[in-house]
């Protein structure tokens, strides 16, 4: 399931990157008494009553500046509000309400998304008494914290993760399957959804750069449902320009990768696999998402009797840390297999989705370790107990065992490997978590 995201939104100078770095547990945003220090979105996972979800700090939101900088920070702070399933609005207990919150709540309660109000910096029962004015703020129950100190930081979180959406909510809802569609520029990503979709949906164009925002699209095959992204193509980091419009269309790039169900990898089969492409799909392997890596323009390629198994070779090498991702070979522009595309798709979000029995897992776990005996270090050797499953998308296990440190990288990746290819995790990642017997 996708984590919930939480936008911390706010005027500047309020205390955001504080009350950001009390709900990462770290010192991750740079912390300065000065207005303006967080210029961009910063992202960080964290976990509260056993959800665990992403927040996003932002820059201080000045609507009525004209100043440059500023402008580009409200940008940012309205894509995270947006993107996100529930805002934190911070506001400053000890100056009282400001002319500029005021403007920003006027924005938030235009998002209709839910609202946490934070009043921060209240150290003092008088400013805990003055507190009740935020609620002409009009965006709901004002909860008072410190966040320089840590105080309220419990009671805040709480009223936040009634807001997401419920475990496993998605499955039980029959929710549509999301692919996002991505890869370099001019690879043929909007070629490949308007194949798909069988229209012209999206512009299609050889110049670079074309799509530039995260398009969504909903479809329906076979009785099932589908929503397919098309996403801008995503260049080295180096060659974009900060705060411009691609800038923007790879930051929702990311973010459709973050929320999909699967994601289909365009490669430029003139170009062969290049440097960026690994990247991006190291992105998504990163993320746990099942991944289809797509050859396209496979008809401009001349081919001989080995053509397909030197490209195949050549992916092998190159992602060599997703060998789980089955590759198709196609051409958007004909329509040659891009159907075969989508049939990969409902199997590896299928293989995503698969549950092990607990007994099964250990049965095969055991001659997995009968055939071969586990590392050891300085007379010690790994004791494998047992496993369980704990979660999907991506399968996940934990393996109990005596001592954690004795684990040896090469006997995880066998053990990953064996679990993959014995219950077919064929195009999803898995993650293997190893636990001292105790903990």
Request: hydrophobic share 40%; with cysteine.
């Amino acid at each position: 399931m996708t984590k919930p995201l939480v936008a911390i939104l706010g005027r500047p100078n309020v205390g955001k990157s504080t009350v950001f770095n009390r709900i990462v547990g770290g010192r991750i945003s740079i912390v300065e008494n000065v207005p303006g220090v967080t210029r961009d979105r910063i992202y960080a996972d964290a976990e509260w009553r056993n959800r665990k979800f992403t927040v996003i700090d932002t820059g201080g939101m000045e609507p009525q500046s004209a100043d440059g900088i500023y402008r580009q920070m409200l940008i940012q702070a309205q894509l995270a509000a947006e993107t996100s399933d529930v805002i934190i609005f911070i506001v400053d207990g000890r100056e009282g309400i400001n002319p500029t919150d005021i403007e920003v709540a006027h924005f938030i309660r235009k998002t209709k998304k839910p609202v946490v109000l934070a009043v921060n910096k209240i150290d003092t029962i008088r400013q805990e008494a003055d507190a009740a004015e935020f609620y002409t703020l009009g965006v709901g129950t004002p909860f008072l914290i410190s966040a320089e100190h840590g105080l309220g930081i419990g009671e805040m979180l709480d009223e936040a993760v009634l807001h997401f959406p419920k475990p496993g909510a998605e499955e039980e809802d029959g929710e549509s399957i999301r692919i996002a569609v991505v890869g370099k520029p001019n690879a043929g990503k909007s070629s490949l959804v308007n194949a798909i979709l069988c229209e012209e949906r999206t512009i299609v164009s050889e110049a670079p750069g074309t799509t530039r925002d995260a398009i969504d699209t909903p479809f329906e095959r076979e009785g099932k449902k589908y929503v397919i992204i098309d996403t801008a193509g995503i260049r080295k980091k180096r060659s974009i320009e900060e705060q411009s419009v691609e800038y923007y269309g790879v930051v929702r790039a990311f973010a459709a990768i973050r929320r999909c169900d699967a994601a289909l990898l365009v490669i430029d089969a003139c170009d062969g696999v290049t440097e960026q492409d690994v990247k991006i799909g190291g992105f998504v392997h990163e993320e746990g998402k099942p991944c289809v890596i797509v050859m396209n323009k496979w008809d401009k390629i001349e081919k001989d009797t080995f053509t397909v198994e030197r490209f195949k070779q050549d992916i092998k090498r190159d992602f060599a840390f997703m060998d789980y991702a089955p590759e198709v070979f196609i051409s958007a522009k004909t329509g040659q297999r891009v159907n075969k595309a989508l049939e990969m798709v409902d199997i590896i979000c299928q293989n995503a989705e698969r549950r092990i029995p607990t007994g099964v897992l250990n049965e095969v776990l055991s001659q997995m370790v009968s055939a071969r005996q586990p590392p050891s270090d300085k007379g010690r050797r790994l004791k494998i107990f047992y496993g369980t499953q704990v979660s999907v998308k991506p399968p996940t296990f934990v393996i109990f065992v005596n001592n954690s440190d004795l684990m040896h990288y090469s006997y995880l990746r066998y053990l990953e490997n064996n679990f993959r290819d014995t219950f077919d995790f064929m195009g999803t990642p898995i993650r293997l978590k190893l636990r001292n017997r105790g903990e």
